[in-house]
């Protein structure tokens, strides 16, 4: 079973629109998340991070945290065509296993004009 | 931005065989690491390192070897290659456990 669930799989949204995403631990030693977006045929690159119980904003994009459920989830307003992409949540902590961040499978996400 | 350089970008080998993939990070990073990214199953954290030397067993390390030679060289050996190995790999760098991983392009294996 995947440490890192993320939902939904796949999402549709119109250009302009609110895109949600979730993602949720099962491993009680997550210490931190992060949010990656990888264009089709391109390589991953870091969206966001957020440490923290609460909320992270940066443009359009806002993260939110809950370290007691383990759960986090990115938001996008005003989605844009170029939002299109694959979503990655990854999780890590700070324990002896020396901060290795485990991928969800990701959320597959299509802004239609 | 951190550059993380892969070589080569595409390999097709036959079962049984020996594969070298390599990766060069000239960021100065402390950590790299070693992924396979297959439909279904997302990124899968293979081997990482966090110096020269030094060598970590990730999630899915069977059939795998690493080696970090310097702290910028990084390299995958596959010493019998098999079918369920084809998959794109990436290689990674961080400056520490909890900072940004900066990804390489990616290498395209193909086992037949």
């Known amino acids: 079973q995947q440490k890192v669930q993320q939902s939904p799989e796949s999402l549709i949204v119109p250009e302009g629109g609110m895109a949600s995403l979730n993602c949720t631990s099962s491993?009680?030693?997550?210490?931190y998340f992060w949010w990656y977006r990888q264009h089709s045929g391109k390589s991953p690159k870091m969206l966001m991070?957020?440490?923290?119980?609460g909320e992270k904003e940066e443009g359009r994009f806002t993260v939110h945290l809950n370290k007691a459920s383990l759960h986090t989830s990115l938001h996008i307003r005003d989605s844009q065509p170029s939002d299109s992409a694959l979503y990655l949540c990854?999780?890590?902590?700070?324990?002896?296993?020396?901060?290795?961040?485990?991928f969800g499978i990701g959320t597959l996400l299509s802004v239609k004009p | 931005e951190a550059a993380v350089t892969q070589s080569p970008r595409n390999k097709v080998t036959v079962t049984g065989g020996n594969v070298t993939l390599s990766c060069r990070q000239t960021?100065?990073?402390?950590?790299m690491y070693w992924y396979r990214q297959d439909t279904g199953h997302g990124l899968r954290l293979i081997h990482y390192?966090?110096?020269?030397?030094?060598?970590q067993i990730g999630d899915v390390p069977d059939g795998y070897k690493a080696t970090r030679t310097t702290q910028e060289d990084f390299f995958l050996l596959l010493e019998l290659a098999s079918p369920s190995q084809t998959s794109l790999y990436f290689c990674?760098?961080?400056?520490?456990?909890?900072?940004?991983?900066?990804f390489g392009k990616g290498t395209r294996l193909t086992v037949v």
């Open positions: 491993d009680r030693n997550v210490d």
């Open positions: 990674a760098s961080s400056r520490q456990g909890d900072t940004e991983v900066f």
């Open positions: 991070s957020i440490f923290s119980n």
């Open positions: 390192s966090y110096g020269a030397g030094n060598l």
């Open positions: 990854a999780a890590a902590g700070y324990g002896s296993s020396g901060n290795k961040l485990i």
């Open positions: 960021n100065s990073h402390n950590y």
